[in-house]
């Protein structure tokens, strides 16, 4: 045995190591907010004000992080989660965001709430370079990646909805006459336009009636009477979850059956389709890319077993018949996929890169089928939906998936 | 029993305040000139965008505070006044390209017209029927933005993007920073005009009115004149607080000019103490941070917390910051005695 021997392998050891040592030292990077130890994420919602039954997705959302860091952070790291009050007005959210990114130094901004909030720091962000990854809303104004490169949606946007319905009623009724109820907001408008571009032509001859109602209302009962005063044999239901179940409720007393086309806003059953009534609610049509967990056809899907778990775990007093749990959860996930996908190179912009590199991720809350899809120019993860007629129950799915993808 | 009878068997609303109580001492006004000018130099930009919405919020207090501190009229309309100078600004910054600082005199005119003319129907009404009829203007401001019918103007319920405007002279400044100081002399130059109003002979004869209005009339002060002339005012002030409001935050929605912001500001005023001036920067601090602070205490309950706070607030000082100021006096006269 010569001495060399042991020495040379010393010597290929240390370069060995070195070299790894030089390797990982090349591959971290971080911008402000991430570091070996933490990644500080940001996030707005309306906790009090008129919107603030949506804060449940930031408490949702909080309670899953916490899950992750439970189980050991990502790729090591902690997340540090913070989350303001907006009460959903836009000067707020522009003071809070501006606390995030400036004094608390937060790497992205995630998930903040509401269409007008997020119009108020759309350009800040993208001044900045800080990313407002995954923003909560339908409005189609998100996908926009050559003016916002920092700016990303979420869900399917409101005007590929409505598309789809559209392309529904010119190929199974053609000579329908629809009546559109809408909230007064960006949302409702935002279906209405996706509707009458989907109707293309024949919209002014097909819609019959047109009525909008306020959000501060107490009942839209009279709506309903004007509208099936006009003879409409479609009655297209663009409404948030009370009063899209008082709309069910009024056309059952009134004796009024037009196909009902209900957006998926409304969708749930535990929130909107009870509280109406099942037998008012039956051949209702909508559509839908998260399961609602107060169907009981998902009670032994693998997807929702977890989410009941997470939820008994890190949030148990969540109501599960809210819509909202379900869309944090599975939002959450989608950021957890893009940090893990980062690795050890957590700069804004690797985190943007990442985000737009979605290639067909399914996720628990996601309907079998529905995928997350983004690329350099298109920044809408979500833009499939299916059909779904209620019937009995529970919504029963058909027709293949569907997409409609629309530019911002 | 007349409505005039009324008014003069009732316990007046507004406490009387002798006109050189509403403004604050020589050395005072400069130790707090001097902070204002100084600090921005030393924080970061985010502390100083707070510090010029804390002003643009001080100056709309302010101007409540001269129509109810100062003429005794109830206004919880603020916010629409204020929704309407904002769009003005921002409207003809993005459509008709002009200067920042040339759209706020007119922010400025456009919202005297309208408080002024708002205030002739309001004449008839006092005490809490006015409040009630403002109270409808600022519910109905919100929707009347998103009319179709002004949407190409407006930007309906999207709202419009402001652009924020660039240090001028190639000063070597951030965009904030220099917006901060240009808030802070437009609000210096609205702050020195408004105490001087209310020195001179019309403001006289607004607190003569707020005092009794029979009196007032007696004297040969023209009520109805000087009423609306108050609103105007205060509606004008309110509409240049709107106008910068909107080019600090860079972002006009209908979203953002509730009933909400118009209480923030009646709260910002009973806070500050009323008919006192300075005590309007006091109200804009609480109405700005004290909700932060009860968010940092409570994220589910951040709304009561931000009640127990302005419970104590009322309960302890209920004349606000006047009150700590007048007590402040008080033992610094003493501690000079001893």
Known sequence: ?408 | MSAAEEIVTEAPAVEAVPKRAMTLGYGTSLVVLAALILIPLFVKNFIIFQMTMLLIYALAVMALNILTGGSGQFSLGQSAFYAVGAYTSAILMEHAGMNYALTLPIAGIVCFGFGFLFGQPALRLSGVYLALATFALATAMPQLLKLGYFEHWTGGVQGLVVTKPDAPFGLPMSQDMWLYYFTLAVSIGIYLASVNLLRSRSGRAFMAIRDNEIAASAMGVDVALYKTLAFGVSAGITGVAGGLGAIAVQFVAPDGYTIQLAISLFLGMVVGGVGWLPGSIVGSAFIIFVPNIAEGISKGLSGAVFGVLLFLVIFLVPHGARQIAIIAQQLAAKFKKN
């Not at chain 1, 040379?8 to 070195?18: I, N, Y």
């Open chain 1, 1 to 408: 045995m010569s001495v060399t021997r042991p020495l040379a392998a010393f010597v290929a050891a240390l370069a060995l190591v070195s070299a790894s040592w030089s390797a990982a030292l090349a591959q971290k990077k971080y911008d402000t907010g991430a570091s070996d130890t933490e990644i500080k994420i940001g996030n707005i919602m309306p906790y009090s004000g008129a919107a603030s039954a949506y804060g449940v997705i930031g408490k949702t959302e909080e309670a899953y992080f916490r899950k992750i860091n439970a189980e050991g952070g990502i790729n090591g790291r902690k997340i540090t989660f913070i989350s303001y009050d907006d009460a959903y007005t836009p000067p707020k959210t522009v003071e809070q965001a501006r606390k995030l990114v400036e004094s608390d130094e937060v790497l992205i901004i995630f998930n903040s709430l509401g269409t007008p909030p997020n119009s108020a720091i759309q350009k800040y962000m993208n001044q900045k370079k800080v990313p407002q990854l995954f923003v909560a809303t339908g409005a189609t104004k998100w996908n926009d990646p050559k003016e916002y490169p920092w700016t990303m949606g979420w869900q399917p946007n409101y005007q590929s909805e409505s598309i789809i319905y559209a392309k529904y009623i010119l190929k199974n009724k053609p000579n329908a006459k629809i009546a559109v109820l809408y909230q007064n907001d960006d949302y409702g408008k935002d279906y209405l336009k996706g509707f009458k571009d989907g109707l293309g032509a024949k919209a002014a001859s097909m819609i019959v009636a047109e009525d909008s109602y306020e959000v501060t209302e107490p009942t839209i009962d009279s709506h309903i009477v004007r509208l099936k005063a006009s003879g409409a044999d479609v009655f297209f239901n663009i409404t948030t979850p009370k009063f899209a179940a008082q709309a069910i409720k009024k056309n059952a007393e009134l004796d009024w059956h037009p196909l009902h086309f209900l957006n998926n806003v409304s969708s749930s059953i535990g929130s909107v389709i009870k509280p109406a009534g099942f037998e008012a609610a039956q051949g209702i049509i909508s559509s839908q890319y998260l399961k609602d967990p107060t169907d009981p056809q998902w009670k032994t899907d693998k997807g929702m077993i977890a989410w009941n778990e997470f939820l008994d775990k890190y949030y148990p007093d969540a109501n599960r018949a809210d819509a909202s749990v379900m869309y944090a959860y599975t939002v959450a996930q989608g950021l957890e996929h893009v940090l893990r996908a980062c690795g050890d190179n957590l700069t804004r912009e690797n985190i943007m890169k990442q985000a737009a590199s979605l290639r067909d991720l399914e996720l628990g809350g996601l309907l079998p089928g529905i995928k997350a899809n983004t690329s350099a120019t298109d920044f809408a993860p979500l833009s499939q939906l299916q059909l779904m007629r209620f019937k009995g129950e529970t919504w029963d799915r058909f027709g293949e998936i569907l997409s409609g993808d629309v530019g911002g």
